[in-house]
Each structure stands twice: as structure tokens, then as C-alpha cells.
């Protein structure tokens, strides 16, 4: 691709570039075999997806030209949503759902999602609604009053691919478990933990990080009480998940999760509003009445009058990810672009500044070799301003998209902009010939996550 071509990327490229730049514990007694380390998961019994160098993958076979990231609620072999179930995003919008098994996609009476795709039937009770599409392998069978606002294809031949949705590094030791006795308090930092049990009205505290855990359990209104104002939370469960009490994040972002690798049933009685769930192996179901966050699991099932409310998940948090980007004000658009920087580092900075430099050049139509290398080393400077943080411009009034949408796409664009522009010439090596038929190391390529972004920008 042409110099050139590029300019179109500058004003995301630009928002990204200036957008960037020990526990205390009370008196709960735990466990009498504390202070002892222990093997997490004898080798032979390690969980499904995991290899024998203790590396594990969850995947999805996704249909080929979709991206997971675009449904609320995915089932490995079928989908199941009771009579009153709803699947939004985070807009309280109808979500789509995909069903990439042979149980396909059943919707209860009065059941409401987005787009529907099935690698196998969909069956619609009784007011049942999709908005939006139903693309299915099979037939669809839709009772007297269901309702499909967009256009229904069956017999669909459907070419999946396997798409990784987890990762972990399986710990060789861990520290022995936290139990928390009724009324008791306490606060963990991220690490292995053999087990974790919070009971009735207790209340555990995890600071930002990965936990990875053999048992979870977490008993009617118990609490985890989750720190992710500045960082993600991120818990692995290897074998046993019981959950009755409430996850309770510190801040409205999308930035925690919980990944279950075990295949025992897991039945969701718990507030899980947020937290973006995956459990490949396993049967999952939201029981009736109980929100939950983005769920993708081997069969999907919401209960009676149950809610998906679904955001992506995303490791990169520069402030509260509820927040419409046109309502930033000076003092948060500071904070945010300061912990891009943080987040990626002075290398990736340099960058896109070096980029920012050389649309500048282009766009200002030099006429000689020292005006562009002029026009490129203004824009590079103030780019590489310590202070540049100071004077973020505010975004469009018309910008409805949140901060959670423009973080999740900084994380996935960032790198894939570092890979493709790190050999961007630097300013005092520019040309006018150079300018215009400088070629990247790579295609630079939008993620969809920007889709949403980039309209905000007018792109």
C-alpha cells in the first residue's frame, strides 16, 4: 500500500499516538495447611486443551469471514434460551448469537437477540424475536407470532476455522487455598491459588491481575469485589466453579474475566454482570432472573427471564470504559492518553509518532526535500511533546462510542500498527520520492473492533 493510501488511517492513528504516550490482610484464619506450595494439576490430569508443556488454548470453530467479538453469546454445540431471555450489548441492543453445533439455536417464547447464525436448525416459540439476520445450516421452525426483522437463509454451507478465545500458561506451583468463613473479609493479590471459597456474606478482595484457581466457590451473598479501575482481572478455574454471590468490579469496564477449563456443568446463580465469561468444555446456564456478561461455552443456555449483556473483553484500561468518549472532559483524556503510553511503551510511541510525521508531510504537499522533512519533524516533535498528554482534543460531540470500545480497539490496533510501520522512515531521512512510495513491513489492516471507532472520526 502507498504512503498515500494511508492518510485515511491518520486521524485513528493520531487518537492512539496522542492518547498515548502487598495485600493487607485483617485476622481471617485460613487454611491449616498455609505456607505450603504445591503441584497445581498433576501432569497427568491436565485440563482439557492444555499440552504436556502446561500450555493451554480454548477455541471456537467459527465460520469463516465472522468474528467472535461481534456475538454476545456463542455455543459450541447449541444455544438454548429460555421463555423471556434476552441477549444485548452493551447498549441494550439486541446481540447476535451463534450456535456452531449440531443442537443449533432454540428460542423460548417472548425470547429476544440480535442476528442469528446455527450450524444446525433455529426453532422460534411463540413471540420469539430475532433483529436482524438468521443464517442457518439447517431449516428454521418459527411458531405463530415469532418475528425476524432481516432477511432468513437455510441450508447455508458454512466453512469454519478454529479461532483461539483463551490462552494460559499453566503455573508449575500454587499456594494453598483462601477460605473465608461467614461475615469474614480479606484481600488476595493475583497468583495461583489451589482453591477459593467465599462464603455466605463474606467478602474477598482481588487486586488487578491473572488468578488461577483449581476450585472456585462462591456461595449465596458472598462477594468477590474486584479492583480493575486501572487493570484488568482475570480469573482461570481449572476444575470445580460454584457460583451463588455477586462479582462486584470497582469500576464499569470491560475488563474482567473468568475462564473455565474444566467440563463439569456450571450453572450461573450468581451476578456476573460485566464479566465476560468462557467455557468451551462445558454446559453453561444462566439461571433464571440472573444477568451475565459476554458468554461463550460448549452449550449456551439462559434461563426463564435471564440476560445477556455483553462488551468485549479487553487486558488495556485508560478509564472508566462506560464512559461515551464525547463526554471525556480535559482531565480524563489526560489520564487516558498517559496510560496508553504506560501500556505500550516509549518504543511503540516513537512509532506512531514517526508515522504521524510522515502523514503530515504528505498532507502538506511539500515542494522541496527540506519542506517535508520541515512539515515531518513539526509534527514528530509535538507527537514526542513529554506534555503531549495536556492538549488531547476532545472528540465529536456526535461520539456515542464508550471508552471501553476505543481501549478494546487501541489494544488490538497498537501492535498490528508497530509490526507493519516500524521501519517508517524518520524525518531527517525523508524525501518527497521516499514520501510517496515508502512500503510498509506489512499491510496495515483496521481491526473490526475499530469499525465503531473509526465512524466516531468520520473515517
Partial sequence: ???????????????????????????????EIKGRLKALIPITSLPTGCNAQRQCSAQVNMPIGLNVGDFGLIGTTGVRLAPRALVLDINSLPAPVAALGANGVYMGASSSTGSVVSLAGVSMDGQASVTGTVQAAGTLTKQLGATISGQVSEHVS??????????????????????????QKQSIVAGAYDSLTVKTSAQMSLGAGTYVVSNLDLEPSGNFVLDNRTSAVEIHVLNSLLCKGAFVPMAPTANVRIVYWGNYDVSLECNVAGAEMIAVHANVTVADRVTAGRLIAASAQLGADAKIV?????????GPGSTPLSQLDSAARTLSCQRVDQYFGA??????????????????????????????????????????????????ASCTVTLDVRDLCTEKYVPMRDAALGNVVACSDLTIYRAYTYQPLQPLVRPDECRTVSSCLGQ
Fill in 347 to 396: 518504543a511503540s510511541r516513537e512509532i506512531g509518532c514517526r508515522y504521524r510525521g510522515l502523514a503530515a508531510a504528505i498532507a502538506g504537499h511539500p515542494a522541496t526535500d527540506s519542506e517535508a522533512q520541515s512539515q515531518c519533524l513539526a509534527a514528530y516533535q509535538a507527537c514526542m511533546n513529554p506534555n503531549h498528554c495536556n492538549s488531547v482534543a476532545a472528540y465529536p
Fill in 1 to 31: 500500500m502507498r504512503t498515500f493510501e494511508y492518510a485515511r488511517y491518520t486521524s485513528l492513528i493520531g487518537t492512539v499516538v496522542l492518547m498515548s504516550s502487598a495485600c493487607t490482610q485483617n485476622s481471617t484464619k485460613v487454611p
Fill in 158 to 183: 458454512f466453512q469454519t476455522s478454529p479461532v483461539q478465545v483463551a490462552a494460559l500458561a499453566l503455573p508449575t506451583n500454587v499456594q494453598s487455598g483462601v477460605n473465608l468463613e461467614p461475615g
Fill in 310 to 318: 455483553a462488551s468485549q473483553f479487553h487486558h488495556f484500561t485508560s
